[in-house]
Structure formats: C-alpha cells, structure tokens
C-alpha cells in the first residue's frame, strides 16, 4: 500500500473529525506560531539595535578615561597621536556628555547635550542643513553655541525658525548656529533626537576641567582590532593602570549585543519548544484513544491481510498529517502575528525568515511521526481476534 | 494431494485465573478442496474458537495446522497476514465492513494489502460486486445498505481475493429468515462453482444444507459426516421438507 493512498486516507480520517483534529492540532499550531513570532521579533528587534549601532559607525572607538593624580589625556596629545597613526585611525574628537535640563521659552525637558570638537564631523557622517556646525574658534573660544536635530527644531522653535533662537541647558542659554538634516523621523529618542556643543563649553557646563570621553574613528572596519590594541598601549603609557580607562569599539559592543541576543532568542525559543512538547503529547494522546476506538477497524483490517507495516503506516501518516497541518497553519497564523507585530512594537517591516519556516515545518513533521509511533505501534501489534471482538 | 485444511489434535485453553477453559479440546479435522462443511453445536461449543483458527485469526495453544500442505503453526504474525490475504475470505456474523469506506473501496481492501494495482483493484471489485448483485452500488456506504446488502457486500470482498476457503461465521444470525435463505443459496452457488466453504451455525436447518456437518460439543468433535447422517439435522432436514 503506498505512501499516497495511506495519505488520502488520514486527511479523509482527519476530515471526519474536524472538531477533534483542530484541537488536536492546537499544540502544535500554538508550539510553531510561537516559534515563528519569536524568532521573526528578535531578527527584527536584532536587525534595528545594529543598524542603530552601525549608523554610530561601526568604525568608532569609543574611550573613557577616569582622571587620578593630575594623569590625563589633552584633546592636543589626542591629536598628535592620531596623526602619529594615520594608518589606522582617521580621526578623533573629544565627545562629553552633559545631562540636564533642555529649555526654551516655557517648553523643557530632561535632555542630553554632546560636547564635541570641529573634528566630529569626521567621526559620524552629519549633514548640517540650516547653519552651520562647530568650529574651531568656538572650540577656543568656548562659545555659547550649539547644532541640534531636527527633533529640538521642530519642539522648541518650529520647522525652518530655530537658527539665531536661544536653547539653555541646564539655565546657560546658547545660540542655535545650526540644524542637522533629518536622519530618521524627528522622534523623540531617534537620530534626530541631538544636540552637539563645542566640548570646551560642554566642560565648562560640567563644572570640571577635564575630557573624559573620546570618539575615535578608524580607517575601517577591518583595522578597528588593531586600532584599539594601539590605543590601549598609548593610554597604558600615559595613565599606566587600565583599572582608570576603557577602550571599546562599536563593533565589539554590535558582537556583544548580537551574543546577547543570540542567548536570549535561543532562551525563548525553548519555551515555544515546551508548548511544542506539549502538543506532541496531545497528538499522541489522541492517536491512542483512536487506536482504542479503532481497534474494530484494526482488526477487520488485519484480517483481509494487512500486515503490521501496513497498520503501522496508516497511523503514524495519520499522526504525522494532523501534525503537519497544524505546522503550516501555526506557520501562517505566526507569519501573519510577527508581521502585525513587527508594525505595531517595532516599527519595522519584519519578514519571518525562510529558515524558520523550513525548521518549524521539519519540526512539526517529525513531532506528528516521533510521537504518532507508540500509538501506531501498539495498534500494529493488536492481536487480529482480540482486535476483532472488541466492541 | 493433501487435504486443503488439516487440523491435528488442536487445543485452544483460556487460562481464567485458577481455571482452565478447553474451547478446543483435541481436534482433528481434514477437509478437501471443494467440500461444503458445516460446523455445528451449541452456543459455547467452540465452533467460532474453531472457525479463528482454520481462520488464522487465532493460533491454537497444542496441536498442528497445516494448510495446503504447509505447516503454519508457527507462523509470524506477518506471515499469518499473508496466508489470510492469499488463501481465506471471511464472511462475519455483523458483516464487518468498514463503514467510512464506499463498498467498492471495502471490497477492494483485500487487494489493497495484496499489493494489486489500483485499476485491477477497482476492476476485480467491481466484478465481485457484480457477483452479488450489488454493482450499481459501489458508490455507496454500507449504512445506506440493507443487512442482506450489507452481507452480500461482505461475500462480494471474501471472494475478491479469490480465496481457497471461505469461512462463514453465522452468515445469517443477523439476518431475517428470508433473507438468510437468499445468502444460503448464494452460498450453495459458489460450493457448485467449486469453491471450498466452511460454515459455522447454530441453527439445524441450516446446517442441513451442507454437505457435510462437523458437530462439536464442550470442544470435541462428536459428529462428522453427511449432513443426512446427524441425528438431529437430519430430523431438521424431514421438519425442513414437510
Ligand atoms: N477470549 C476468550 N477468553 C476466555 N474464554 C473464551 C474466549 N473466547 C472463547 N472463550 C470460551 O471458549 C468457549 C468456546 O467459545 P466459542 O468458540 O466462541 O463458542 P461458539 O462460537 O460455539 O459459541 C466458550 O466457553 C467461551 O466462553
Ligand atoms: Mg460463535
């Protein structure tokens, strides 16, 4: 008896108990779903973290020195050094953070302010649109002046009216010189979401003399590990304890996360692998009582000749369609979920991936088959009489 | 030539707790190609115990089957599959038919697992139907039928295969008397025809029509010869004619 005819027979079966054959299946179609949905989110949610990392530039290096006993970096020693290793790295600019309180006029909120040199356009690619950016005077001369995104634009002062207005941070007030292009949605958070002061300034508002952060822009990708070993011996030999500085590259930090990522799919993904687990067991769960209500058919079977492969085939085919079934409609129902989804949390058009797909419906096929066998075993080796006379 | 169906001093023992139950208890029996035999006794005998084994259904606890020939005591399960596949058809009490199949498919069953073609499955089926009068309803399922269709649609799949012994276990027990008679005469048919018959029966009158009666009480084999030789069937026989 071949492979099709014992096919046409349990989709017939299945269809004649299409209450039961649902429920059946409900395991399995909740058990991929929710594999589909997780994986397809965390490639998403993955793919979206890296582009953010990558459009820092995945050739920035990024170091903190922590000041002890008057040992420091100058921005100057900074640039030399670069210059020394123009080989491998491009550039490099002071970049200090102030936090505090972003206002103009009655609107404020908490914000963050970046203090940079005329060199950070070097180091991420920003376009200015209205004005222009931080230059080397205001860098001397500690000007009170600032770039922002498109996001402080249209807050505080509107589209097209924000240059010459004055921005305060944390009650010093600065004259806005120029407006970055719009990068993403001028969203609060986003790329636009920006404010850029010379770092003399920004060092002043924090009340300390010192640069505690660099930015430091490689060549490329490629000599990012070599850049930063350098980096760390010159460091070693200017602040010599490696307790007080930190070198990291974006692209180690884009290795760390993905591992993370990595780590925590695979994590949700064996939960999903439990309600697959569970619904296994209810396909053979069911495979057993229809043994039992089969075991007239069996045996009737058994007589006119069946053998036991014969028996045996017909219920793990049976099991393995059920099974199969609710695969691909838990592979729909979780495509269609995950792109929703995708929309509604992440913003993002999400694509669940062909891999997924292939192993979930692999998956659910061998689940139908790995756990339709007992049942099919067992109706296999039913004695033909016994089988016969059972009512 | 050997005989068709040999059985040797066979017993079936149900062990029932501290109690053995002999359903077979010493049989031996032979019976040749063509012959029509009725097995007759009370409800209890072992007639069905009996009919099982011949069948293949069931293997006897003591005692040798030989088949054809072949000794097939010791046969696998499997191997039993393909004797019952190759050599037996079954006529059952409750016709057995599968009732989600049509009766063309249900009649093709046994050709399915001898591993036919498709199209000589639906052919030689649709032939068998045609024997038994019931061509027109191949399409149809059994719960559609009458008993006396349904039981000519369980003959129709017993010959299918083109069995050496057909095995009828109370063919008619479920049957109003009319009916039974139209069956019994069906089957009267196919003994002239050639084929080899063994019927299991309660009922005296019926048994009458056979050719030979097998009478077994509490397991043993008490009478075994013409239909016209047992006391009790041949009286059945005059009560059958006046
Ligand atoms: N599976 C079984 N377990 C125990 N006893 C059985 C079983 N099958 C049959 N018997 C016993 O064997 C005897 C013969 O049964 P059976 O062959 O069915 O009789 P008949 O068909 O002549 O009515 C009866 O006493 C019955 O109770
Ligand atoms: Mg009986």
Redesign the interface.
């Known amino acids: ?1 071949g492979f099709g ?1 014992c096919f046409k027979m349990a989709i ?2 299945i269809w ?1 108990s299409k209450v039961r054959s649902f429920l059946t299946m409900l395991g399995i179609i909740i058990g991929i779903a929710a594999v589909i949905i997780l994986v397809s989110l965390m490639g998403g949610l993955t793919q979206q973290l890296t582009d953010m990392f990558a459009e820092i530039g995945t050739n920035t290096i990024q170091v903190s020195i922590t000041p002890r006993n008057g040992k420091k970096v100058e921005p100057d020693e900074m640039y030399k050094f670069a210059e020394e290793n123009k080989g491998l790295i491009n550039d490099v600019s002071p970049d200090i953070p102030v936090s505090g309180t972003v206002k103009a006029g009655t609107e404020n909120e908490k914000g963050k302010a970046e203090g940079v040199s005329e060199r950070f356009l070097n180091i991420k690619i920003l376009n200015v649109e209205q004005g222009r950016f931080i230059q080397y005077s205001d860098i001397v001369n500690k000007s009170n002046i600032c770039v922002i995104g498109t996001y402080q634009e249209q807050k505080f002062f509107g589209k097209g009216s924000a240059l010459g207005k004055k921005l305060k941070i944390n009650g010093t007030p600065l004259t806005v010189v120029g407006v970055l292009e719009e990068k993403e949605d001028s969203a609060s958070g986003s790329g636009d979401d920006v404010i850029y002061i010379p770092y003399t300034t920004a060092i002043r508002l924090n009340g300390n003399g010192i640069v505690s952060i660099y930015g430091v822009n490689a060549v490329d990708e490629d000599h990012v590990e070599e850049a930063t070993s350098v980096i760390k011996q010159f460091l070693n030999k200017k602040i010599g304890d490696d307790d007080y500085y930190q070198v990291i590259s974006m692209k180690e930090m884009i290795d760390q996360m993905s591992t993370m990522m990595n780590s925590m799919q695979t994590v949700l993904v064996c939960i999903a692998g439990i309600s697959l687990l569970v619904g296994g067991i209810g396909i053979m769960n069911i495979m057993l009582v229809s043994v039992t209500e089969r075991t ?2 069996i045996g ?11 028996i045996m085939m017909q219920f793990v085919i049976e099991a393995g369609t059920v099974s199969c079934i609710g695969g691909v409609i838990g592979i729909i129902f979780g495509a269609l979920v995950a792109v929703a989804a995708g929309k509604l949390l992440l913003d993002a058009t999400i694509a669940p991936s062909v891999t997924s797909i292939i192993v979930a419906f692999s998956v659910s096929v061998a689940i139908g088959i790995g756990f339709g066998y007992l049942p099919a075993k067992k109706a296999a ?1 039913l ?3 016994d089988a ?1 006379r059972y009512d | 030539m050997p005989p068709l169906v040999e059985l040797e001093d066979i017993y079936k023992i149900y062990y029932m707790g501290d109690s053995e139950v002999h359903a077979l208890d010493g049989i031996s029996l032979k019976i040749e190609k063509g012959e029509f035999v009725a097995i007759i006794g009370k409800s209890g005998s072992g007639k069905s115990t009996c009919m099982n084994i011949i069948g293949c259904l069931d293997v006897a606890t003591k005692g040798t089957y030989r088949l054809n020939g072949k000794n097939i005591s010791n046969y696998t399960d499997d191997e039993l599959a393909e004797v019952r596949n190759k050599m037996l058809g079954f006529i059952f009490q409750q016709y057995n038919l599968l009732p989600k199949l049509t009766l063309l498919e249900n009649v093709a069953l046994p050709l399915l697992y001898a591993g036919v073609s498709d199209s000589e499955q639906k052919e030689r089926a649709l032939r068998s139907l045609d024997r038994v009068g019931l061509k027109d309803k191949a399409k149809n399922f059994p719960s559609q039928l009458s008993g006396g269709q349904q039981q000519r649609a369980s003959i129709a799949r017993a010959l299918a295969g083109n069995p050496s012994v057909i095995l009828a276990d109370e063919p008619t027990g479920a049957l109003d008397s009319k009916t039974g008679r139209e069956v019994m005469q069906f089957l009267q048919e196919l003994h002239r025809e050639g084929n080899t018959i063994v019927l299991i029966t309660h009922d005296n009158s019926i048994a009458a029509q056979a050719q030979r009666v097998v009478r077994i009480t509490d397991g043993k084999i008490v009478y075994d010869g013409p239909a016209e030789g047992d006391e009790i069937v041949s009286k059945q026989d005059k009560a059958g004619d006046a």
Request: avoid cysteine; glycine fraction near 4%; charged fraction near 30%.
């Open positions: 008896m005819k017939s079966t004649a007239r058919e009737i079977r058994k007589s006119l000749g069946a053998k036991q492969k014969n080796q004695n033909p009489i016969l």
